[in-house]
T-cell receptor, first 116, second 111 residues
């Protein structure tokens, strides 16, 4: 399934590095999301973009910086991360960002991030 | 506030046996309900969804789920489990930026 594609699939970075995660969706959707999935914790919604505009930032530390240049692409820029930021980062998309019937979210395969 | 509860953290079944994963929701109105599956090291794949109409919903990979309003439940079932079904299963309610996930049920399949 190639509806939502994430790169890289695995990333190891030092605490002083700067790296980016990339997401691309081929579903014609207008909303894109970043989720964080840590071991033993529920899925955490980080950011929401609707028609390229950020509509939600769920108290995410500024060392995570999202960018949405168009409705098909979403980036997560990473800098000066901490070891506790190691997790699976999931990108997702849906038709629009509101919670109405039919607004199904589709996920990418995820990017495994390890901060050393 | 809406919430989704998956009471079983781990379930083990034998290959070929039937499966039922439980999901209960708390929602202000009739919710939009989903089941996702996550294989090790992978993202979440949509198995099925319920919005309205027939309360028995068919999904991919031979899964089905039944919406029971009186019990606030949306349990996932499969008549005969295959070893490849071993994964984590997430129930969710809502939609878009209001999607609430349960904590997941880890399914182990014994050969």
């Amino acid at each position: 399934e190639t509806g939502v594609t994430q790169t890289p699939r695995h990333l190891v970075m030092g605490m002083t590095n700067k790296k980016s995660l990339k997401c691309e969706q081929h579903l014609g959707h207008n909303a894109m999301y970043w989720y964080k999935q840590s071991a033993k914790k529920p899925l955490e919604l980080m950011f929401v973009y609707n028609f390229k505009e950020q509509t939600e930032n769920n108290s995410v530390p500024s060392r995570f910086s999202p960018e949405c240049p168009n409705s098909s692409h979403l980036f997560l820029h990473l800098h000066t991360l901490q070891p506790e930021d190691s997790a699976l980062y999931l990108c997702a998309s849906s038709q629009v960002a509101t919670g109405y019937a039919g607004n199904t979210i589709y996920f990418g395969e995820g990017s495994w991030l390890t901060v050393v | 506030a809406q919430s989704v509860t998956q009471p079983d953290i781990h379930i083990t079944v034998s290959e070929g046996a039937s499966l039922e994963l439980r999901c209960n929701y708390s929602y202000g109105a009739t919710p939009y309900l989903f089941w996702y599956v996550q294989s090790p090291g992978q993202g979440l794949q949509l198995l099925l969804k319920y919005f309205s109409g027939d309360t028995l919903v068919q999904g991919i990979k031979g899964f089905e789920a039944e919406f029971k309003r009186s019990q606030s439940s949306f349990n996932l079932r499969k008549p005969s489990v295959h070893w490849s079904d071993a994964a984590e299963y997430f129930c969710a309610a809502g939609g878009g930026n209001k999607l609430t996930f349960g904590t997941g049920t880890q399914l182990k399949v014994e050969l």
